[in-house]
């Protein structure tokens, strides 16, 4: 039967390098005596067959949002994929197997949480829209490993939601008490979902993020002394070891963004992996006062901190000059400068 698009979709063009349709879905293979087929293939095998990969992400994506006659929001966002092949490297890139546990943050018409189930995971989608919400749910209803909340991610109580999975996930890998999460993320708040993120040490192993290509290039390594170094960038490399992993041209989307996008990843660290300072709160006090006079020297940004000859001798102790302003340190010279000055009990939050 020919594809119809709705004249609210007509103007999306084929993708330049529209991916070829999936094998039809793999029928259950019958359990024979003797055979090397066990009982946990048998299920991979059920659950590949019920979600229907008869079709490519691409028309995929077109049927979803034709039968909910929706439009992407601009408001929230929306830009939906349409390269199955993003998604499986999406899914590689985080290294997901059987029984990993992954939070899909905007999950849209499912095309990436396909892949996450067909990988083994167990994945509890956060959707705001209450209607893409309805949409993935009725998606995967038979599928077992799967849950959708129709909340703000922002908002969510996450570590809730994973520690009830945890108690009663039988399929869970108990091999790791950690969940991972994967997504394709709206442009517009990538920042406030990596602050969300990276301080939970203790419920993810790793972040694997589909983001606006500037973005990903200035989270993961934006350079000393540049505009883009800023207080996000000594946040990222406190709380995790960030990687750009590839990038993926803005025709994959739809609709089409005005930017590229990239992967990156973020291995997340453990409280006792942090650098050494008494109080991460009162470290990120002293990195915002530090900015927030970005072209001024730290020792006029800091004054309401220190004495200005406090700072010049901290700056001078770690090998620096007086004159040092903050987009000129690394996270390493932040760690000491910050100990060397509660060391002179200046006043920091604690």
């Known amino acids: 039967m020919q594809l119809t698009t709705p004249s609210v979709l007509q103007p999306l063009a084929p993708i330049p390098s529209s991916p ?51 439009t992407p929001r601009k408001s929230l966002g929306q830009h939906y994929m349409l390269n199955s092949e993003v998604n499986e490297r999406l899914v590689a890139a985080a290294n997901v197997r059987e029984g990993d546990v992954v939070i899909e943050i ?21 959707e705001k829209d209450p ?27 996450i570590r809730s939601h994973f520690d ?25 708040i ?46 990222v490399k406190f709380y995790s070891d960030p990687e750009y992993i590839f990038k993926v041209e803005r025709s994959n989307f739809f609709p089409q963004p005005k930017v590229d996008a990239a992967v990156a990843t973020f291995k997340v660290k453990k409280a006792a992996d942090y650098p050494p ?22 020792r006029r940004s800091l004054q309401h901190i220190c004495t200005s000859r406090e700072v010049e001798e901290a700056l001078t102790n770690i090998g620096l000059p007086v004159t040092a302003r903050p987009e000129e340190l690394t996270l390493d010279q932040f760690v000491r400068l910050h100990n060397l000055i509660v060391e002179a009990q200046c006043f920091l939050p604690s």
């Open 20 to 70: 070829a349709l999936a094998p039809k879905t793999p029928s259950l293979p019958q359990h024979r005596s003797g055979s090397n087929y066990s009982n946990k293939t048998l299920r991979r095998a059920y659950r590949v067959s019920v979600i229907a990969k008869s079709e490519d992400d691409y028309h995929a994506t077109l049927r979803a949002l034709n039968s909910r006659g929706r």
């Open 106 to 126: 905007g999950p849209g018409t499912g095309s990436l949480t396909n892949a996450l189930i067909n990988a083994g995971a167990t994945v509890i989608a956060i």
């Open 131 to 157: 209607h893409m919400a309805a949409l993935v749910g009725e998606r995967f209803a038979g599928v077992e490993h799967f849950s959708v909340l129709n909340e703000d991610f922002t908002k969510c109580h």
């Open 164 to 188: 009830l999975l945890m108690q009663r996930g039988a399929s869970v890998n108990r091999s790791s008490r950690y969940a991972k999460v994967v997504s394709n993320i709206p442009f517009n």
């Open 190 to 235: 990538s920042t406030d979902v990596v602050k969300h993120l990276l301080p939970m040490g203790d419920v993810f192993s790793e972040v694997v993020l589909l983001l606006q290509n500037e973005t990903a290039l200035r989270l993961v390594d934006a350079p000393l002394r540049t505009y883009e170094y800023r207080p996000i960038n000594i946040f």
């Open 277 to 298: 300072v008494a109080s991460a709160k009162a470290f990120f006090s002293l990195i915002n006062s530090a900015f927030n006079g970005k072209r001024k020297m730290l």
